[in-house]
């Protein structure tokens, strides 16, 4: 039997949202000024994965407040268009896109749940259709997100995905040794902490999020029901931050287990295409 779903769990997740976009602005985590300098905010294995994007259009599913999605711009897609359901992200990246001299027609926005994308973006479908680094967690079917991303991938395109390994999320905060909480658990994971990954100490009040775990198997499954081809699925031995203590920091920025403890996936990437010709869209 399915487990329930919080009737506000959309509702919620956007409150908390709203009220953290402007932390995040101002936050030495997303660094916007560096970012206007020039600064890239994507991650080299996600350069390497996704290759050149010149000339490709490409839109970024929960581009909250669209670093991520202009840095593809800078890199040479021809159109980029971000989507998030937190007007204030979406408002931020607008006025980052004019401030890099970048016109709805080279980087657009649009506002709305990513359930609604196919009937909210400009286009039918795109080149890349690229998404992750914490975004999945927040959908509560992932079947149902697998079907929409899919939709919006053009005949010989392809979706990217960079995500969190779930598995990280069932060993404990202390050591990331043991294991206790459920991988399979499709139940609602519902947290009250204030604060945001950006600013652990930032007064905040609309508090209540409500997150979902995503086996792997189920992503990747999910995405080939949708009708797409896998092409590789990469689980990395690096994270983004220190999502245990033991973790250190590598000359490379990433976060790695020491080299004398056994390593898990920290992180995993998929591409996934559409085959081109007749008939591929569904
Ligand atoms: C952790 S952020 C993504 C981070 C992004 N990769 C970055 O660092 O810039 C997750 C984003 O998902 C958005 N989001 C959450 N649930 C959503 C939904 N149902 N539809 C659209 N956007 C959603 C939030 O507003 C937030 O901007």
């Known amino acids: 039997m399915p487990a329930p779903i919080p009737a506000d769990w959309r509702e919620a997740n956007r409150a908390m949202w709203d009220e953290r976009v402007p932390i995040h602005a101002e936050s030495d985590f997303y660094d916007l000024d560096s970012f ?6 994507l991650r080299d294995f996600e350069l390497a994965e996704v290759g050149d ?7 970024h599913l929960q581009c909250h407040i669209g670093v991520d999605t202009l840095s593809w711009a800078r ?3 021809a159109q980029v268009v971000g989507l998030d359901f937190s007007e204030p992200a979406v408002e931020t990246a607008r006025a980052l896109a004019r401030e890099l001299g970048m016109g709805p027609d080279r980087a657009a926005f649009v506002a709305a749940d990513v359930h609604d994308a196919a009937q909210a973006v400009p ?9 992750g680094i ?13 079907e929409t991303a899919a939709s919006l991938v053009a005949p010989g395109g392809f979706l990217y995905l960079a995500e969190f390994h779930p ?19 499709r139940e609602a994971w ?11 100490d930032a007064p905040t009040v609309n508090n209540r999020s409500v997150e979902w775990q ?15 081809r896998i092409e590789f699925l990469h689980e990395h031995d690096a994270s983004l931050f220190a999502r245990f203590p033991v973790l250190e920091h590598g000359s490379d920025g990433y976060y790695r287990f020491p080299a004398e403890r056994p390593r898990i996936p920290l992180m995993y990437s998929v591409k996934a295409s559409r085959p081109d010709g007749p008939g591929s869209r569904r």
Not at 123 to 131: K, L, N, Q, R
């Open 123 to 131: 286009d039918d479908a795109y080149d890349i259709v690229y998404t």
């Open 36 to 41: 206007r300098a020039g600064k890239d905010a």
């Open 75 to 77: 890199h040479g897609a």
């Open 134 to 146: 914490g975004a999945l967690n927040w959908l509560p079917d992932i079947d149902r997100w697998a």
């Open 53 to 59: 994007v010149t000339g490709r259009t490409l839109l």
């Open 190 to 200: 519902v947290d009250e902490t204030p604060g945001t990954y950006a600013d652990f």
């Open 214 to 228: 995503h086996p792997v198997g189920s992503v990747v499954s999910a995405l080939a029901a949708a009708g797409l």
């Open 167 to 185: 598995l990280t999320d069932c060993l404990d905060d202390e050591t990331g040794s043991r294991i206790v909480h459920d991988y399979f658990s």
